[in-house]
């Protein structure tokens, strides 16, 4: 479906400016979406900073009919496990047809979702829990991501933990369906503590990590067969009934599930889990060394809300954050399934429907190494630019193949490049380019490259253009969100 | 905590600086001894290729090299440890005490023929139990202590510290799509998932004036994108000079269809096409099995299977070459002594390491044996006996030729194995 057209909208002046000039809603939109288009840039503009973002922060009120329609035609998305399971009855290979439905709906959402913010928060919790697996984890993840990722992204964090602590994909993920009172299985206790709340270096010992791990044995699935397959369910007879001490706090013996449930409580509401989330959550949107004052204040609304995770983010994305980090200036890399989709969004590129094309450019995101739910490791994909900022080569390779028309799944129409270069002076269509690509944030430097390429072929066809679009979407400028 | 150079070193890295890299590198090179290195084909040193393989999750090293004379292994995993030689599935004798899994086959002849050496009970002096934070330590060269102020990684410091090997861009490659910490900030480094598909995107008409403008834009950005970018163009036309397609193993060596398959082939492939590689890295992860481990006929049978012919391909593939390089393959701790209720094994402590190649003491299970005597376990876990830094620092020295172990394990003062000599 083709993006809204942006030639009717008009964008600021000064699309030759460096990005030291402090324009909090050209940030904003940035930081705050898969990438920037002229069309959302224009809506925040007119609506004001924190208009647009508390509307963005209750995705409910955005209408999205377009994209459900669309997803509604991927009837798995919707289905319990047990659904699932009858869909695929007997079929060969039915878990990675379903991986692959799950990552291109992924890419559909973050490309053309009105309700932006909301999927850079998947994002966000779809690494912070990530789950990743063949076999039956790909059924099971197909509910997790709709009940526990979805539903939760901009709620309550002690739900959200407490829907993935009962998830089956988490429970399977990491092992502790089968963690039993006999045996107690640390997998999911460990990573519970290390990842998904306190951290390392919070304090707690291998004591706690076994404490926890006795505490949750008896969190299990129901088996394959039961009306209720992966749901959670409770199992008394393999929990451990005696006392326990987690983090130095008597928990006395007979509580069965309710164990359980006061661990993560203790671990929700501790002071190390706001500290960690309100960093982590500044360094997602903001910058890779956030200001100490700004994850304070981050972690003190955490607090203060009882882990309100829109108010969290509300506090992440102010003016005063902005203010304090000069976050305007501080350069965060995309990383590359973010560029993908970021390229396509704002050259103004179409994303096929269909589970086939959307495929196509799932493989694309998978060959930049970056392909949704495709982590192995809990800890889910990295957020840092050491990680990410040697590999250029398959940005550029991604760039040029969209411009070429060489992915199946995402076409950029000539349509788009019209909207970019008609009516513009040959001396400034890198200049119309930045300002349609990014609202003017490329460097005089990029935008000159641009140019001088434009300038060095014979002729100015759509060729050309395809090829100076595919070049400024290669440059550094492009690359920071 | 002595400053990081690493900063100083991107900034020599940039595009314009980069071949003054190597008068930068020219105080540490002293350090290095240069005797015992022909002059490669491209002018430079012919130095070794350091190839690391980093077996992320934790590989279960009681499963692989077994300890089969050591009693308390059956009594601590009545459902999952490898039987004794000659009992059916059981382990492929070594020394009389330790044993091969029999899926790890591909490893008995590298063994047996001297060219393989395992390092047991060995590991980090970190007691952390934590994935992450074992990486980032190992990866690091040192215990992760609140006062570590180091960023760089213990291979990017080699680097730094010795003259390169060759005047091309591509002093070490990550096959993997992410640059491993292990690799930050090391001076010419890329990672290439794939080196065989590497080539410059798109029209090739308009293909020079668009190199350019790339080129030019990312010199003057920050670091890593500026080095990288200027090393992946000059990257594009070097690898282009190795054939991979036509690529023939030696010896009749056949690489398992496999991912890893893929990467050691193409790793001997570069080392024989002389394009100054010194460091060639890998993450081969999926080794965290704490549930249904199936070390006979399960998911770690299944890996060891394609590690072990990945490996035995790659030490065929080279044999009569083996002053071309050191392999090292390591984990960032091993697993718990005991089995779990899950068929499977959680975090633990001493694990495995192979080491193969130039110098190395093959045959032999190195290493003192704590055993796994109750009173001998640390928190229920094999206690570690040796620290990695030390197979480490002989691969460094006695195989590759030289580094400046101050700088890149500091702190550290290793003690001699004769792992590799």
Known sequence: ?481 | MKKDHSCEEYEHLSRRGFLGASAAAGAASLLFPRTAFAQGARGGLQRPCLVGIFLRGAMDGLSVVVPHGDANLYSLRPSLAVPAPGAANGALDLDGYFGLNPNASGLLTPFQSGGLAFVHACGSPDPTRSHFDAMRSMELGQPDQPATTVTSGWLARHLQAVSPAGTGPLRAIALDPLLPRVLAMAPATLPIPDPANFAFPGNPASASARRAAIDNAYARTIAPLAPAAAASLDSIDLLDTVDFTAYTPANGAVYPASKFGAVLRNTAAMIKADIGLEVAHHDYGGWDHHDEQGPLDGKLAGMLADLSAALEAFHLDMQGMEDRYVLYAKSEFGRRAAENGSGGTDHGSGGLMMVMGRGVQGGQVHGAWPTLAPAALDEGDLRVETDYRDVLAEVLTAGIGGTDLGHVFEGHTPTPLGVVL
């Not at chain 1, 326990?244 to 449930?261: F, M, N, P, R, T």
């Not at chain 1, 590129?349 to 739910?373: C, I, N, R």
């Open chain 1, 1 to 481: 479906m083709p993006l809204p057209p942006s030639t009717s909208i008009s964008v600021p002046v000064g699309g030759d400016r460096p990005p030291l000039l402090r324009d909090d809603t050209l940030t904003l939109v940035h930081r705050a979406t898969f990438g920037y288009t002229a069309e959302e840039h224009a809506r925040a503009t007119a609506m004001g900073f924190e208009a647009w973002r508390d509307e963005q922060l209750d995705p409910a009120s955005i209408d999205d009919s377009q994209l459900e329609a669309q997803l509604a035609a991927i009837p798995y998305l919707g289905m319990s496990v047990a659904e699932l399971a009858a869909a695929f009855a007997g079929q060969n290979g039915a878990d990675n047809e379903l991986r692959r439905i799950l990552q291109g709906a992924r890419l559909l959402r973050a490309a053309t979702s009105k309700r932006q913010l909301l999927e850079r928060m998947v994002e966000f919790w779809t690494d912070h829990f990530n789950i990743y697996g063949d076999g039956s984890i790909a059924f099971l993840k197909v509910v997790d991501d709709r009940e526990v990722v979805r539903r939760h992204a901009l709620g309550d964090f002690r739900e959200l933990l407490g829907a993935s602590a009962k998830s089956g994909a988490m429970l399977v993920y990491l092992d502790n369906a089968t963690s039993v009172a006999a045996a107690p299985n640390e997998n999911y206790s460990r990573e519970l503590m290390e990842l998904h709340t306190l951290g390392t270096g919070a304090g707690y010992t291998e004591q706690d990590v076994q404490e926890v791990a006795r505490c949750l044995t008896g969190w299990t699935i129901y088996p394959p067969g039961h009306p209720s397959v992966g749901e959670f369910v409770f199992n008394p007879s393999t929990h451990d009934n005696g006392a326990k001490v987690v983090l130095g706090q008597s928990i006395a013996a007979g509580g069965g599930q309710q164990d359980g449930e006061t661990v993560l409580d203790l671990l929700a509401f501790h002071p190390s889990t706001a500290r960690r989330l309100a960093e982590k959550l500044c360094v997602f949107f903001l910058s890779y060394d956030p200001p100490s004052a700004t994850v304070d204040r981050v972690a003190a609304v955490f607090t203060a809300t009882s882990g309100d995770i829109a108010e969290t983010v509300r506090a992440v994305l102010s003016r005063q954050s902005f203010r304090e980090g000069r976050v305007w200036q501080q350069l965060k890399l995309r990383r590359p399934m973010h560029m993908a989709v970021g390229a396509i969004r704002s050259a103004g590129g179409t994303l096929s429907t269909s589970p086939q094309g959307l495929y196509e450019l799932v493989a694309v995101t998978k060959f930049m190494g970056h392909a949704p739910f495709d982590w192995p490791a809990p800890n889910g994909y990295p957020d840092a630019l050491g990680a990410w900022g040697a590999n250029l080569l398959p940005r550029w390779t991604f760039a040029t193949a969209l411009l070429d028309d060489a992915i199946a799944g995402a076409t950029v129409p000539n349509a788009a490049l019209l909207a970019i270069f008609s009516g513009v002076a040959p001396s400034r269509r890198a200049g119309a380019l930045s300002r349609h690509l990014t609202g003017g944030r490329m460097t005089p430097e990029d935008v000159a490259e641009v140019q001088a390429f434009i300038d060095s072929q014979s002729t100015f066809n759509g060729d050309v253009a395809r090829e100076a679009v595919a070049l400024a979407l290669s440059l550094p400028s492009t690359q920071w969100i």
